[in-house]
């Protein structure tokens, strides 16, 4: 079980160009999230995705675009970065479609740490 | 929306030390998580707690929901329990954790 992946790791942009930050689980989960980091900020929640086939915006979606390809992957696209868009992305996937169940546990991918000059 | 609110935001300890970190929260929740972050940056899960006492080795965590707040403790800790610790909650109704800013913890040799 590989749990959460995600790529790149590392990724600079020039302001203007695009991207698609990729993410997959193996666990058959239902739910995915994007959030970014941003020092004394913690993680703020961009978009995310209760099942396959459905999405909603989070906090912060202004600038951002995802898809929820199939059950396994969710990714995220920055149509025209900004430097503002400068943070750590990470993508999650949530085991428990109901709170209130025994374990409803977010699992975390590795981050991708992405500059925009 | 619901708001999260870590305390202290910076903790040194020395090595062996106890430690408590609080979290409250200004509405009722379904869904509460104890995250801890290391310095290379993975995010991995603590404990799942929505109310009640858990524990895991050296950590432990209790939620009293009805008064909105939550306490991680870490006994005699190590330099490996550096990083920040997230307290994550999600409101009845909700399907989205909000996270409050963290506490970052220094455990020296």
């Known amino acids: 079980n590989a749990g959460v992946t995600q790529t790149p790791k590392f990724q600079v942009l020039k302001t203007g160009q695009s991207m698609t930050l990729q993410c997959a689980q193996d666990?058959?989960?239902?739910?995915m999230y994007w959030y970014r980091q941003d020092p004394g900020m913690g993680l703020r929640l961009i978009y995310y995705?209760?099942?396959?086939?459905?999405?909603d915006k989070g906090e912060v979606p202004n600038g951002y675009n995802v898809s929820r390809l199939n059950k396994r992957e969710f990714s995220l696209r920055l149509e025209s970065a900004a430097p503002s868009q400068t943070s750590v992305y990470f993508c999650?996937?949530?085991?428990?479609?109901?709170?209130?169940?025994?374990?409803?546990?977010?699992?975390f991918g590795p981050g991708t740490r992405l500059t925009v000059l | 929306g619901i708001q999260v609110e870590q305390s202290p935001p910076d903790l040194i300890l020395q090595e062996g030390a106890n430690s408590t970190l609080r979290c409250n929260f200004s509405?009722?929740?379904?869904?509460l998580q104890w995250f801890h972050q290391n310095p290379w940056g993975q995010l991995i899960n603590l404990f799942y707690?929505?109310?009640g006492t858990k524990q895991n080795g050296r950590l432990s965590a209790t939620t009293v929901a009805t008064e909105r707040y939550s306490l991680l403790y870490i006994s005699s800790s190590q330099t490996t329990d550096s990083g920040v610790y997230f307290c994550?909650?999600?409101?009845?109704?909700?399907?989205?954790?909000?996270f409050g800013k963290g506490t970052m913890l220094l455990v020296s040799p």
């Open positions: 994550a909650v999600m409101n009845s109704g909700y399907s989205t954790l909000t």
């Open positions: 666990m058959n989960h239902n739910s």
């Open positions: 999650a996937s949530r085991s428990g479609g109901t709170s209130g169940r025994y374990t409803d546990t977010q699992y």
């Open positions: 707690i929505p109310s």
């Open positions: 509405d009722s929740v379904n869904n």
């Open positions: 995705s209760a099942s396959e086939g459905t999405t």
